[in-house]
C-alpha cells in the first residue's frame, strides 16, 4: 500500500463550482497534514496546513482531516481560472523538521 | 517577500560528471531541505539540513549525493557521478524553526538533464 494516494486527474470542472479534493494514507503517526498548490515548472506553494484532525478553513479553501479513516481533503469554493494548478497533499511525522511525503498531485483546470 | 532562490534554472550534464546545484535559502531560516520530482512522479524528499549537519535523509541519498553550506547564505547539493536517472526537477526549501508553526518555503527548482 502506498503511503499516500492521490487520484491525479485531470480534473476539470467550470468557473464558480465547488471543487473537492482528497488523499489518503497508511501511515497513522502522520500528525500534520498540508496542501500545495504547484504551477507549472514552479516549486510547491504552501497552501493550508493542519495539526491532527479538524477543519480549517482560510478564504475560499477549506482543509479537513479525518485521522480516523486516514483521510484529507482540500475543498475549494467559487473555483476561478487562476485556482488551476496541480495540488499536491502532503503529511509529516514530527514538526516543521521532518520530511514532507507528498501525493502524486491533482490536476485541476477551471474553464472560464 | 523573501523567497528561495535557485541556480541554475537548467543544468545539462553528461553522465559521470559532477554537477553542484545551488540554493539561497531565506535569510533567518534554520532547517535546509533538498527534495527532487522525476518528470510526472511524486516530489521526494532527499535531505534535511540543521546545524551544519545533516538531521534525516532518504535511501535516494546515497554516497553519490552529498551537501553543504559553505557560507553563510549558500546551501548546495553535489551529485558526484550523474547517472540517467538522476534527471529530474530539484528543490531546495527552508523554514524558520521547529515546532508546529510550520512552513517549509520551497524554491523554483533546478532541472537536471542527464545525458
Known amino acids: 500500500q502506498k503511503e499516500v494516494e492521490q487520484d491525479p486527474g485531470p480534473l476539470s470542472v467550470p468557473e464558480g463550482a465547488i471543487v473537492s479534493l482528497n488523499c489518503t494514507y497508511s501511515n497513522s503517526a502522520f500528525q500534520y497534514f498540508m496542501w500545495y498548490r504547484q504551477y507549472s515548472r514552479k516549486g510547491p506553494e504552501l497552501l493550508m496546513y493542519t495539526y491532527s484532525s479538524g477543519n480549517k478553513e482560510d478564504g475560499r479553501f477549506t482543509a479537513q482531516v479525518d485521522k480516523s479513516s486516514k483521510y484529507i481533503s482540500l475543498f475549494i469554493r467559487d473555483s476561478q481560472p487562476s485556482d488551476s494548478a496541480t495540488y499536491l497533499c502532503a503529511m509529516s511525522l514530527y514538526s516543521s523538521a521532518s520530511k514532507i511525503i507528498f501525493g502524486s498531485g491533482t490536476r485541476l483546470s477551471i474553464r472560464p | 517577500e523573501p523567497e528561495v532562490t535557485q541556480t541554475p534554472s537548467h543544468q545539462v550534464t553528461q553522465m559521470g560528471q559532477e554537477v553542484i546545484l545551488r540554493c539561497v535559502p531565506i535569510s533567518n531560516h534554520l532547517y535546509f531541505y533538498w527534495y527532487r520530482q522525476i518528470l510526472g512522479q511524486k516530489v521526494e524528499f532527499l535531505v534535511s539540513?540543521?546545524?551544519?549537519?545533516?538531521?534525516?535523509k532518504s535511501e535516494i541519498f546515497d554516497d553519490q549525493f552529498s551537501v553543504e553550506r559553505p557560507d553563510g547564505s549558500n546551501f548546495t547539493l553535489k551529485i558526484r557521478s550523474t547517472k540517467l536517472e538522476d534527471s529530474a526537477m530539484y528543490f531546495c526549501?527552508?523554514?524558520?524553526?521547529?515546532?508546529?508553526?510550520?512552513?517549509?518555503?520551497f524554491g523554483p527548482g533546478t532541472r537536471l538533464t542527464v545525458t
Open positions: 526549501a527552508s523554514s524558520e524553526v521547529a515546532g508546529i508553526s510550520y512552513e517549509q518555503y
Open positions: 539540513f540543521y546545524n551544519n549537519e545533516i538531521s534525516e
